[in-house]
C-alpha cells in the first residue's frame, strides 16, 4: 500500500474516532437532558440542545417517554454504529482485505444502518401524529430528519457487504486450488 493511501485511511480512521466521541457526547447529552426533563425542568434551557419538551411531560408522560425513548435509542444506535465501524477499520488487513471479519462487520453495519433508518422514519411518523394532536414536535424534526438517507445507505452498505461476501468465497477457493 502506498503512503498516500496509508495516510488516507489513517485520516479516515480519526475521522470516525471524531464522529464516535461526537455522538457518545450527544447521547450523553441527551440523557442528562432527559434525566434533568423529569427532575429539574426549569434547568432544560441551559442544557444541551436545549431540548425542551416539558410541555409534552406535562400533558401526556406516555407522548414524552415515547418521544425522548425515539430520541436516546436513534443517539445510542448511531454511536454504535459508529463503533462497529472503529473496530472494523482497526482490524482491517488491506493487504487481503477478503475475509470473514470484514464480510461480518460490513453485513453489521448494513443492519444498523437500515434499523437507524427505520427507527428514524418511525419516530418521524409518531411525531407527524402526535403534531396533529396539537403537541408542539418541531424541535423534534432534526433527531431523525436524515431517515430516508440512512435507508439508501444501508441498501448501498448491504451490496458492499453481497460483494465482499462473494469476495471471501473466491479468495477461500483461490487459497484451496493454490
Request: charged share 15%; net charge positive.
Amino acid at each position: 500500500m502506498s503512503s498516500k493511501n496509508n495516510f488516507v485511511f489513517k485520516s479516515l480512521h480519526v475521522v470516525a474516532w471524531i464522529i464516535f466521541v461526537g455522538l457518545c457526547i450527544e447521547a450523553g447529552g441527551l440523557v442528562t437532558n432527559f434525566i434533568f426533563s423529569i427532575y429539574k425542568p426549569e434547568f432544560v434551557q441551559n442544557l444541551y440542545q436545549k431540548l425542551d419538551l416539558s410541555d409534552m411531560y406535562r400533558r401526556s408522560k406516555w407522548a414524552f417517554g415515547s418521544m425522548y425513548s425515539f430520541i436516546l435509542v436513534i443517539a445510542f444506535l448511531k454511536a454504535y454504529l459508529f463503533y462497529v465501524v472503529i473496530k472494523l477499520m482497526s482490524k482491517l488487513n488491506l493487504s487481503k482485505p477478503f475475509n470473514d471479519f470484514t464480510s461480518a462487520q460490513i453485513t453489521q453495519i448494513s443492519y444498523y444502518t437500515l434499523i437507524i433508518g427505520i427507527g428514524s422514519y418511525i419516530a418521524q411518523q409518531s411525531a407527524k401524529n402526535l403534531q396533529h394532536h396539537g403537541y408542539l414536535v418541531d424541535n423534534l424534526n432534526p433527531f431523525w430528519a436524515d431517515s430516508q438517507a440512512f435507508i439508501l445507505m444501508a441498501a448501498v452498505i448491504s451490496v458492499i457487504a453481497t460483494i465482499f461476501k462473494k469476495g471471501v468465497e473466491i479468495q477461500n477457493e483461490n487459497d484451496l486450488t493454490v
